[in-house]
């Protein structure tokens, strides 16, 4: 399959181009879409009702089952901004299983480093999020933003703190529930936030944390304590 094709059709599964616009796409590439997809698929393609979310989603689905067992890594199916679970569907290990550290900064910053994938040669920003969250969040990166990282360790602002990490946390994924009312990993992570930031507030940190502000204040006293 074109290159080009494969890619514009990930972006669509991955949902990096919106349906409008992979509407348009798909009519002015008729002949290639033929060639790549076969007679049945590409007339499913230019029958379906874009503004209908069941049969977007099916054809999703669709196109996912036929290009992904050509992937010989997971990049094309990530998304430019992507959360990755920890373990349980495997996703995790089908995307580790190619991309490898490439550079690491100060270690106060445990959670953050860039990986490049040794298929593809992406560049990946990955936050590593293992206490509230159990999830990887992954950034594609430009070669010129990847280059300023290895060679003079220009990292971008958004994860630099672990408050930035856990706020993309709250957009993309769902906190974990906490059995152990003062589990370490929420302790750690208070102090955390608080390092990065003292004038936090309760209200705040409980919504990065996914807890009542009671807790987080029980929490607070019992560090003092």
């Known amino acids: 399959m074109d290159k ?6 990930w972006r669509f599964i991955r949902r990096d181009t919106s349906v409008s616009a992979f509407e348009a796409w798909v009519y002015a590439h008729e002949a290639a879409l033929s060639t790549a997809l076969g007679a049945e698929l590409h007339f499913k393609l230019l ?3 874009y503004a209908d979310r069941n049969q977007v989603e099916d054809m999703r689905e ?8 050509a992937l010989t890594c997971e990049c094309p199916a990530v998304a430019d901004e992507d959360v990755i ?11 580790f299983a190619s991309v ?6 100060a270690e106060d910053l445990w959670w953050l480093w860039l990986g490049r994938c040794q298929t593809c040669r992406t560049d ?8 509230i969250y159990d999830d990887f969040f992954v950034v594609r990166v430009t070669p010129e933003t990847a280059d300023a990282i290895r060679n003079v360790a220009h990292w971008p602002q958004r994860w630099l703190t672990y408050e930035g990490v856990l706020r993309t946390g709250r957009t993309l994924s769902r906190p974990c529930r906490f059995l152990d009312y003062m589990a370490p990993s929420l302790l750690w992570t208070v102090e955390d936030i608080r390092r990065g930031r003292p004038d936090i507030t309760v209200a705040e940190m409980a919504d990065l944390l ?6 987080v204040k029980d929490i607070l006293k019992y560090q003092c304590s």
């Open 4 to 9: 080009e094709i494969n890619s514009a059709l």
């Open 47 to 49: 029958e379906m009702n």
């Open 62 to 69: 669709q196109l996912e089952a036929q290009l992904r067992p």
């Open 85 to 95: 679970p920890m373990g349980g569907n495997g996703r995790d290990g089908r995307f």
């Open 100 to 105: 490898n550290e490439s550079a690491k900064p």
């Open 124 to 131: 990946w920003l990955i936050a590593q999020e293992e206490r």
């Open 210 to 215: 996914g807890i009542e502000e009671s807790h």
